[in-house]
């Protein structure tokens, strides 16, 4: 299998190929449009502020290629929010391929950036097979995206947000697979598997 | 909820772990690869190393070791020691590590904390403050506690986190070694006066010690070294006397 991580300004890319490998797979570290299109699989992460990655991914034309990409795509963390319409960081605009808002929290009473292990709940489609509800996965975030329809796995810091969704061939987390153990493992896996 | 976290502290020189050499069932003790896996399997949130070495081939060795860490430790991972320049934290993140602690280069220059949050972001910059109670209160401590400053403790973690810290590694000197338990007042002061999370360090003797400076100290995560690598605290342990007493842990 054939996975791709797409290579940016704002990617934590060793982190995530790192955690690829732990699972037995190499990954190609790209930010060539046809690469990412003939890949089996591709992974978007992220790490870093929104408008920068954005004009960045506009540069590069990166928007085209992925907004072009028909196979699984996973968005992690940054990723899952560059994916959606707009975020509040910056008031930026996003790639508008997941129809969301990303906002931020409004860190009263609650200390922001939220960071730390946290349980995801109300889980369901392919990417969260074999878990059970309340499973810890690792979170550093300011911003979040709203629940809605394509919401597969709920968590609540103050309010609730979306952990994760699934919206035709996208699928984001919010969390960071490649940092939350074994769980976070098998996730990646079960993407793998898709 | 958010869970409390439970980081175990490892000090590396020239690429080696020093104390806790009496560690049963690994191959090789010295290994801060293979004890950080040992602690991650049981149930570790974090892992923080700091590197001690003295010399520039130590610093280059730690780099290395950064790198092997990151392959193969499947959890979040702060590392510090000797940290003086953005180049230094980049270096280190590029290696893999998560987080970049920094602490006495911040005192001599606030600007460090700026630029490096600006550079990677400040959910990577830990800022680490010793502090020890003196006649006029708290006060910052560098060099590993061996140089005083007249730095007001609550003050300059305010002030680091205004400039873009995204974390408080705070070690109470007074605590530090004692197994007495963490500093309760100072850790509770600090974390209700600032945004971010704050790790409390220095003083853990027993489970009680943890329970209290969650509940008490409402601190955000407790860093321990010796009583972890002697195994005087077993982490899996730990974590089911802590969700005994209704604190949220990762089990």
């Known amino acids: ?194 | 909820m958010l869970a409390k976290r439970i980081i175990p502290c490892l000090d590396v020189k020239d690429g080696r772990t020093v104390k806790g050499t009496n560690f049963i069932g690994l191959r090789d003790a010295g290994d801060p690869v293979e004890l950080a896996e040992k602690y991650s399997a049981e149930g570790a949130d974090e892992l923080v190393f700091l590197d001690i070495s003295a010399t520039n081939e130590g610093r280059k060795t730690f780099t290395s070791l950064v790198s092997d860490i990151a392959r193969r430790i499947n959890v979040p991972f702060t590392v510090g020691g000797g940290i003086s320049t953005p180049d230094d934290i980049g270096r280190l993140l590029g290696a893999g590590a998560d987080k970049a602690s920094i602490n006495t280069a911040a005192v001599r220059d606030p600007s460090l904390i700026e630029s490096a949050a600006r550079n990677f972001g400040s959910q990577c910059i830990v800022l680490a403050v010793d502090a020890k109670l003196t006649d006029d209160g708290w006060r910052v401590f560098l060099n590993g506690g061996r140089m005083a400053t007249d730095l007001d403790a609550i003050e300059w973690m305010r002030r680091g986190v205004e400039l873009g810290a995204g974390e408080i590694l705070l070690t109470s000197m007074n605590a530090d070694g004692t197994k007495d338990g963490f500093e309760i007042e100072l850790t509770r002061s600090i974390s209700e006066s600032v945004t971010v999370p704050v790790i409390a360090s220095g003083g853990a003797g027993s489970r009680d010690d943890f329970a209290e400076v969650f509940v008490r100290g409402k601190a955000d995560a407790a860093l321990a070294a010796s009583v972890f690598h002697y195994g005087e605290i077993q982490i899996p342990e730990l974590k089911r006397f802590l969700q005994m007493r209704g604190i949220e842990v990762r089990l």
């Open chain 1, 1 to 194: 299998m054939k996975v791709a991580i797409v290579k940016y300004n704002a990617g934590n890319t060793a982190s995530v190929a790192n955690a690829l490998a732990r699972v037995g797979v190499e990954p190609l570290i790209t930010d060539d449009a046809e690469l990412l299109r003939s890949a089996d699989k591709v992974i978007f992460p992220g790490v870093g502020e929104a408008s920068t990655a954005m004009a960045y991914l506009r540069e590069r034309r990166l928007d085209e290629a992925i907004a072009s990409l028909r196979q699984p795509v996973l968005g992690v963390c940054l990723g899952m929010q560059l994916l959606c319409s707009s975020s509040e960081e910056n008031e930026t605009e996003c790639l508008g391929l997941l129809p969301y808002e990303v906002r931020r929290f409004p860190g009263v009473g609650l200390k922001v950036p939220h960071m730390g292990w946290n349980q995801v709940t109300d889980l369901r489609g392919p990417l969260f097979d074999g878990f059970a509800d309340g499973e810890f996965v690792y979170f550093v975030h300011s911003y979040f995206v709203e629940v809605g329809d394509h919401t597969t796995a709920l968590c609540r810091y103050g309010e609730r947000f979306a952990a994760a969704l699934s919206y035709g061939n996208f699928h984001a987390v919010q969390f960071h697979t490649e940092k939350s153990g074994k769980v976070g493992e098998r996730i990646l896996e079960n993407f793998l598997n898709l």
